[in-house]
């Protein structure tokens, strides 16, 4: 099966019962085909959305519905084409639209595939989704021998800017201290996981498992450093 099929198939939403004709439908799919995702700005595609609202009197959930299938059009689109930048546009603007059930979604699309599309999904998955699943989502990414080192350090990226931007409950707090446990406990993400646990959990300071990393980049700086020395 084709990753275009794949990407259809887990992408599509449970969408709502279409209320509206099939004239309004067709409508709708032209505004969010022809207009909304080749917006080069996010303010110009929400305009869009609240022009589609207005004039035809549909709702966020189903510009959303109609985004979707979009989306599970172009998911195996190549990074930097343009039909690559229109569907993070479509992801973009998806992600403010959609309801909890439909926001789901994302997490199956970032799982499918590592091209620029998935990474995005993953991305307004992780900011958009503000219970401990979203942390269990980063922790299957980390955990897929394929997934390439530039996708988990955007995993890290997206981790980062929701602790420094957006508050969470203490189950999402809960399983982001053990996600990075778990990834020191591996030797993987020191420097990352270092940080975020200083900020996050007061009792790592002086934990043994701090010991250990600190003896762990102490070791990697010297062998570093021997190693330049040996090109001197």
Known sequence: MSYRKVG?????????SVSFSKTTNDELNEIVTNRIVWCETKDQAMGWVRRA??????SNADIADSLTRFISTNADARDGTS???ACEMAIMVFADLA??????????LAERGTNMI???????????????????LAERLFDKPEIPSHYKGEVWRAVKYVNMHQKRDA??????????RRQLERGCDLNACDTLLLKMDKRYEASDL?????????????????GKEAVR
């Open 53 to 58: 609202t207005e004039k035809l009197h549909v």
């Open 118 to 136: 998935s990474r995005t999904a993953f991305f307004y998955f992780y900011t958009h989704e503000t219970s401990d699943q979203a942390v269990h």
């Open 99 to 108: 309801g909890p059930a439909q926001i789901q979604s994302l997490s199956r």
């Open 171 to 180: 189950a999402y707090t809960n399983a982001v201290v053990a996600f990075a």
């Open 8 to 16: 259809c198939m887990i992408f599509m939403t449970l969408a709502a």
């Open 210 to 226: 701090r010991k250990l990393v600190l003896r762990m980049k102490a070791n990697k700086d010297g062998r570093r450093n021997r």
């Open 83 to 85: 039909r690559s930048q």
